[in-house]
Structures are given as structure tokens and as C-alpha cells.
């Protein structure tokens, strides 16, 4: 992968979620789930931190990821879907590099003391483990790779997701399989990188 420049500027989460990948570049069969988008809207937020990675639960942290609530001024995030299985896409940008960082180190060390633990799903409680470690150079930056495994309703759940920061922005992509195998038909890395490029060209134009 050709090194890309540290991720600039301050986008709407209405104008990240133009950062996203589009349904051509995702394997066929899959197809974007309507439900999954999420925006922060179209103004950048100041608003602390719903849940700081120091002390909240591990539930809530599985929960919630992939949505607002982590300190960030935007994001956008989305998943394309088939058949038992699924790819996410999300970019969290913050106010400074040293937030975004410190966003990716605080999921790290979420990781470290989730080995073990029960959530809700739909309803329904499933018993899951975390875990991190750390992940491929994406453009030139470093990444971290957290793996969730559990079971719900007598069903495996694994996502493999890769976490890569670069100047104010968090980019990661997931491959999701619910009783099933994470799908490899595309790699998370390839997800990460193209985030990365789509979000510089935004950056210059807006």
C-alpha cells in the first residue's frame, strides 16, 4: 500500500458518510443494510464522552461501538450484508490526533479486561470474549486488530475488525459472521485503506 498522509480537517458525520465505501466496492452478494447507517449529522459535536473507555462495561462498549457516544466530533458507519455474514465500515474523527490515538488505546485496553463476559443481543444474552492485538501497517499507520467471539442464542458471532488511526480519524472495517465464519472475500486492511483515500479527497474538497 502506497503511504497516505495523516487524515485532516474536520467533516460532518452527513459528509463522512460520502467517506464510506459504496456497494461496488464490496464482494457480491452482499448488500447495504439500511438499518445499519448511523450519523452524527450534519455539525461537528463537542459533547464529553457517553462512554469512556476507562470504566464502561463491556457490554455496553460492544453495544455501543459503531455509534456515537465516544468523545468524537463525527462519524458514519454502515454495513453491507449477505448471507450470514457481513462487512462494517466506520470512521470516527476527533478533535486532535492525540484523541484519536488515545480512542484506539482505550479500545485496547477495553480488550484486555473483557476476556469474559455476557450481553444482550436483540433480547437475547450471549456469553463473549475480546480481544486485541496488534494489526498490519494501513497507509503507512499503525492498526490494531480486536476480535470479538461469542455465542447467542446457541449461535457463534465472531467479528474481526482492524482499527487504524491517522491524524484526527479512526478508520476501521469489520468482517462479521454469525453462525459462521467471518467472510476473507475481502480484507479488512483494503477496507481501512480505501476509507483513507475516500476521506483525503473529501478532506481537499470540503
Known amino acids: 500500500m502506497t503511504p497516505l498522509p495523516q487524515a485532516s480537517g474536520q467533516l460532518t458525520g452527513t459528509q463522512l458518510q460520502q ?3 459504496p456497494q461496488s466496492a464490496f464482494p457480491a452478494g452482499f448488500s447495504l443494510s439500511s438499518s445499519s447507517a448511523v450519523s452524527s449529522g450534519g455539525s461537528l459535536s463537542s459533547t464529553p464522552a457517553t462512554y469512556n473507555l476507562a470504566s464502561v462495561s463491556c457490554a455496553d462498549f460492544v453495544n455501543h461501538l459503531g455509534n456515537t457516544g465516544f468523545g468524537e466530533t463525527a462519524m458514519a458507519a454502515d454495513s453491507y ?10 470512521v470516527y474523527q476527533f478533535a486532535s490526533s492525540a484523541a484519536a490515538a488515545e480512542f484506539v488505546d482505550g479500545i485496547r485496553s477495553v480488550a484486555g479486561r473483557c ?12 456469553t463473549f470474549s475480546l480481544s486485541a492485538s496488534p494489526g498490519p501497517s494501513v497507509g503507512g499507520h ?11 442464542n446457541g449461535s457463534s458471532l465472531n467479528i474481526d475488525t482492524l482499527f487504524s488511526v491517522s491524524g484526527v480519524d479512526v478508520f476501521a ?5 454469525l453462525g459462521a465464519a467471518a467472510p476473507g ?3 479488512k486492511e483494503t477496507i481501512v485503506y480505501e476509507l ?5 479527497a473529501a478532506a481537499v474538497l470540503s
Open 185 to 187: 472475500s475481502l480484507a
Open 115 to 126: 476476556a469474559s463476559f455476557t450481553a444482550k443481543d436483540n433480547g437475547a444474552t450471549g
Open 196 to 200: 483513507m483515500k475516500r476521506q483525503a
Open 81 to 90: 450484508v449477505g448471507t450470514q455474514q457481513a462487512f462494517d465500515q466506520v
Open 142 to 152: 499503525p492498526s490494531l486488530e480486536l476480535v470479538q467471539n461469542g455465542t447467542i
Open 173 to 177: 472495517g469489520s468482517a462479521v459472521g
Open 19 to 21: 467517506v464510506l465505501l
